[in-house]
Protein backbone atom coordinates (compact mmCIF):
# COMPACT_ATOMS: atom_id res chain seq x y z
CA UNK A 1 0.00 0.00 0.00
CA UNK A 2 1.06 3.57 -0.62
CA UNK A 3 2.46 5.60 2.33
CA UNK A 4 3.20 9.36 2.76
CA UNK A 5 6.07 9.63 5.49
CA UNK A 6 6.72 13.53 6.56
CA UNK A 7 9.56 13.52 8.90
CA UNK A 8 9.01 16.76 11.13
CA UNK A 9 6.22 16.90 13.20
CA UNK A 10 7.13 20.45 14.05
CA UNK A 11 8.84 23.32 12.40
CA UNK A 12 9.45 26.86 13.02
CA UNK A 13 10.45 29.85 11.06
CA UNK A 14 11.21 33.77 11.38
CA UNK A 15 9.19 36.00 9.19
CA UNK A 16 11.01 36.73 5.71
CA UNK A 17 13.14 33.36 6.07
CA UNK A 18 12.70 30.36 4.04
CA UNK A 19 11.38 27.14 5.09
CA UNK A 20 11.38 23.50 4.07
CA UNK A 21 9.08 21.17 4.83
CA UNK A 22 10.14 17.09 3.91
CA UNK A 23 8.09 14.35 2.35
CA UNK A 24 8.47 10.91 1.18
CA UNK A 25 6.32 8.69 -0.37
CA UNK A 26 6.06 5.11 -1.41
CA UNK A 27 4.62 3.85 -4.64
CA UNK A 28 5.38 1.05 -7.60
CA UNK A 29 2.74 3.82 -9.86
CA UNK A 30 4.70 5.83 -12.45
CA UNK A 31 1.97 8.11 -13.11
CA UNK A 32 0.52 9.60 -9.60
CA UNK A 33 -0.15 13.10 -8.39
CA UNK A 34 1.17 15.10 -5.16
CA UNK A 35 -0.32 17.85 -2.92
CA UNK A 36 0.62 19.72 0.00
CA UNK A 37 -2.84 21.45 1.83
CA UNK A 38 -2.27 23.89 4.84
CA UNK A 39 -4.84 23.42 7.54
CA UNK A 40 -4.58 26.97 9.76
CA UNK A 41 -6.03 26.96 12.69
CA UNK A 42 -9.76 27.53 11.45
CA UNK A 43 -8.69 24.01 10.19
CA UNK A 44 -10.05 24.54 6.69
CA UNK A 45 -7.88 22.77 4.40
CA UNK A 46 -6.27 24.55 1.60
CA UNK A 47 -5.02 23.15 -1.13
CA UNK A 48 -1.11 24.71 -1.29
CA UNK A 49 0.23 23.41 -4.98
CA UNK A 50 0.23 20.49 -6.99
CA UNK A 51 2.51 18.51 -8.58
CA UNK A 52 1.85 15.99 -11.82
CA UNK A 53 4.46 12.58 -11.64
CA UNK A 54 5.37 13.13 -15.07
CA UNK A 55 5.92 16.24 -15.06
CA UNK A 56 9.81 16.85 -14.55
CA UNK A 57 9.49 20.39 -13.79
CA UNK A 58 9.00 21.41 -10.27
CA UNK A 59 5.58 23.26 -9.72
CA UNK A 60 5.46 26.65 -8.01
CA UNK A 61 2.55 28.92 -6.74
CA UNK A 62 4.01 32.46 -5.59
CA UNK A 63 6.22 31.91 -2.42
CA UNK A 64 5.25 28.00 -2.59
CA UNK A 65 7.32 26.29 -4.51
CA UNK A 66 8.19 22.15 -4.77
CA UNK A 67 11.59 20.23 -5.20
CA UNK A 68 10.29 16.77 -6.80
CA UNK A 69 12.52 13.68 -6.53
CA UNK A 70 10.65 10.85 -8.53
CA UNK A 71 13.22 8.68 -8.27
CA UNK A 72 13.95 9.11 -4.17
CA UNK A 73 10.43 9.38 -3.82
CA UNK A 74 10.59 13.06 -2.41
CA UNK A 75 8.83 15.98 -2.42
CA UNK A 76 9.48 18.84 0.19
CA UNK A 77 7.95 22.15 -0.09
CA UNK A 78 9.70 25.39 0.10
CA UNK A 79 8.23 28.62 1.42
CA UNK A 80 10.58 31.48 0.71
CA UNK A 81 10.00 35.08 2.38
CA UNK A 82 7.88 33.38 5.09
CA UNK A 83 4.68 35.37 6.48
CA UNK A 84 2.95 35.20 9.72
CA UNK A 85 0.07 33.99 8.02
CA UNK A 86 1.59 30.78 7.05
CA UNK A 87 1.53 29.11 10.53
CA UNK A 88 0.02 25.70 10.00
CA UNK A 89 -0.02 22.99 9.79
CA UNK A 90 1.12 21.05 6.54
CA UNK A 91 0.24 17.87 5.16
CA UNK A 92 1.26 16.39 2.34
CA UNK A 93 -0.96 13.66 0.04
CA UNK A 94 -0.95 11.07 -2.74
CA UNK A 95 -3.26 10.33 -5.14
CA UNK A 96 -3.99 6.89 -4.78
CA UNK A 97 -5.75 5.36 -8.01
CA UNK A 98 -7.96 7.98 -7.81
CA UNK A 99 -10.31 7.00 -5.05
CA UNK A 100 -8.40 8.56 -1.84
CA UNK A 101 -5.69 10.96 -0.85
CA UNK A 102 -3.22 9.09 1.40
CA UNK A 103 -2.01 12.16 3.81
CA UNK A 104 1.09 12.24 5.75
CA UNK A 105 0.81 12.73 9.28
CA UNK A 106 1.54 16.64 9.07
CA UNK A 107 4.36 18.98 10.01
CA UNK A 108 2.96 21.88 12.46
CA UNK A 109 5.04 24.85 11.44
CA UNK A 110 5.35 28.01 13.44
CA UNK A 111 6.43 31.74 12.09
CA UNK A 112 7.93 34.10 14.79
CA UNK A 113 8.76 37.75 13.56
CA UNK B 1 -19.94 30.51 -3.64
CA UNK B 2 -18.65 27.17 -4.49
CA UNK B 3 -18.53 25.19 -1.29
CA UNK B 4 -18.53 22.02 0.47
CA UNK B 5 -21.17 22.51 3.92
CA UNK B 6 -20.77 19.86 6.70
CA UNK B 7 -23.01 20.25 10.16
CA UNK B 8 -22.37 20.33 12.67
CA UNK B 9 -19.26 21.54 13.09
CA UNK B 10 -19.21 20.40 16.75
CA UNK B 11 -21.12 17.58 18.24
CA UNK B 12 -20.81 16.17 21.78
CA UNK B 13 -23.09 12.99 22.37
CA UNK B 14 -22.63 10.02 24.60
CA UNK B 15 -22.69 6.75 23.89
CA UNK B 16 -23.91 4.53 20.89
CA UNK B 17 -26.74 7.15 20.45
CA UNK B 18 -27.20 7.22 16.66
CA UNK B 19 -26.09 10.80 15.17
CA UNK B 20 -25.64 11.39 11.46
CA UNK B 21 -23.38 14.22 10.21
CA UNK B 22 -24.52 16.03 6.59
CA UNK B 23 -22.35 16.69 3.58
CA UNK B 24 -23.74 18.82 0.93
CA UNK B 25 -21.82 20.21 -1.71
CA UNK B 26 -23.35 22.52 -4.33
CA UNK B 27 -20.33 21.90 -6.94
CA UNK B 28 -22.13 18.95 -8.93
CA UNK B 29 -19.36 16.72 -8.19
CA UNK B 30 -19.43 13.21 -9.03
CA UNK B 31 -16.88 12.44 -5.77
CA UNK B 32 -17.28 12.38 -2.85
CA UNK B 33 -15.97 11.65 0.09
CA UNK B 34 -15.20 11.29 3.86
CA UNK B 35 -12.04 11.06 6.05
CA UNK B 36 -11.12 11.57 9.58
CA UNK B 37 -8.38 13.75 11.44
CA UNK B 38 -6.60 12.23 14.30
CA UNK B 39 -3.68 13.73 16.11
CA UNK B 40 -0.08 12.13 15.16
CA UNK B 41 -2.11 10.57 12.39
CA UNK B 42 -2.79 12.29 9.57
CA UNK B 43 -6.20 12.18 7.47
CA UNK B 44 -7.53 8.86 7.04
CA UNK B 45 -10.39 7.89 4.56
CA UNK B 46 -13.59 6.36 6.27
CA UNK B 47 -15.82 5.94 2.92
CA UNK B 48 -16.27 7.23 -0.63
CA UNK B 49 -18.26 7.61 -3.28
CA UNK B 50 -17.85 7.85 -6.57
CA UNK B 51 -21.66 8.61 -7.98
CA UNK B 52 -25.10 8.37 -7.04
CA UNK B 53 -25.87 5.05 -5.08
CA UNK B 54 -21.77 4.25 -5.96
CA UNK B 55 -20.08 3.82 -2.56
CA UNK B 56 -16.71 2.23 -1.27
CA UNK B 57 -14.87 1.61 1.71
CA UNK B 58 -11.77 3.51 2.63
CA UNK B 59 -9.22 2.62 5.26
CA UNK B 60 -11.13 2.97 8.42
CA UNK B 61 -14.62 2.13 7.92
CA UNK B 62 -15.53 0.19 10.54
CA UNK B 63 -18.55 1.59 12.76
CA UNK B 64 -19.61 4.01 9.66
CA UNK B 65 -22.31 3.75 6.96
CA UNK B 66 -22.49 6.24 4.42
CA UNK B 67 -25.49 6.90 1.82
CA UNK B 68 -25.57 8.61 -1.49
CA UNK B 69 -29.10 9.04 -2.65
CA UNK B 70 -28.82 12.33 -4.48
CA UNK B 71 -25.45 13.53 -5.87
CA UNK B 72 -25.16 16.63 -3.92
CA UNK B 73 -25.40 14.99 -0.45
CA UNK B 74 -22.93 12.71 0.87
CA UNK B 75 -24.26 12.19 5.02
CA UNK B 76 -22.09 9.87 7.68
CA UNK B 77 -23.80 7.91 10.04
CA UNK B 78 -22.36 6.43 12.74
CA UNK B 79 -25.35 3.91 14.31
CA UNK B 80 -23.60 3.30 17.63
CA UNK B 81 -20.83 5.82 18.43
CA UNK B 82 -18.33 4.90 20.79
CA UNK B 83 -15.19 6.93 22.24
CA UNK B 84 -12.69 5.96 19.71
CA UNK B 85 -14.77 7.73 16.92
CA UNK B 86 -13.92 11.14 18.80
CA UNK B 87 -12.23 12.56 15.93
CA UNK B 88 -12.37 15.57 13.40
CA UNK B 89 -14.22 14.57 10.48
CA UNK B 90 -14.23 16.71 6.72
CA UNK B 91 -15.93 15.73 3.76
CA UNK B 92 -14.46 16.27 0.31
CA UNK B 93 -15.49 16.43 -3.04
CA UNK B 94 -14.09 16.77 -6.75
CA UNK B 95 -15.21 16.95 -9.88
CA UNK B 96 -13.63 13.34 -10.99
CA UNK B 97 -12.33 10.85 -9.35
CA UNK B 98 -8.89 12.05 -8.18
CA UNK B 99 -6.77 13.11 -10.22
CA UNK B 100 -4.85 16.33 -10.32
CA UNK B 101 -8.12 18.16 -9.77
CA UNK B 102 -8.46 19.55 -6.56
CA UNK B 103 -10.56 18.07 -3.05
CA UNK B 104 -12.83 20.58 -2.46
CA UNK B 105 -13.30 19.96 1.92
CA UNK B 106 -15.55 20.59 4.35
CA UNK B 107 -15.31 23.10 7.42
CA UNK B 108 -14.51 19.98 9.13
CA UNK B 109 -16.88 18.69 12.47
CA UNK B 110 -15.60 18.16 15.59
CA UNK B 111 -16.92 15.03 17.21
CA UNK B 112 -16.59 13.89 20.71
CA UNK B 113 -18.05 10.66 21.84
CA UNK B 114 -18.06 10.63 25.98
Redesign the interface.
Known amino acids: AQT?T?SQ?EMSVQEAETVTLSCTYDTSESDY?LFWYKQPP????I?VI?Q?AYKQQNATENRFSVNFQKAAKSFSLKISDSQLGDAAMY?C?Y?QA????I????TTLSVSS | EAQVTQNPRYLITVTGKKLTVTCSQNMNHEYMSWYRQDPGLGLRQIYYSMNVEVTDKGDVPEGYKVSRKEKRNFPLILESPSPNQTSLYFCASSPIPLSNTEAFFGQGTRLTVV
Open positions: VQPYSRQMLREFANGTALFGKG
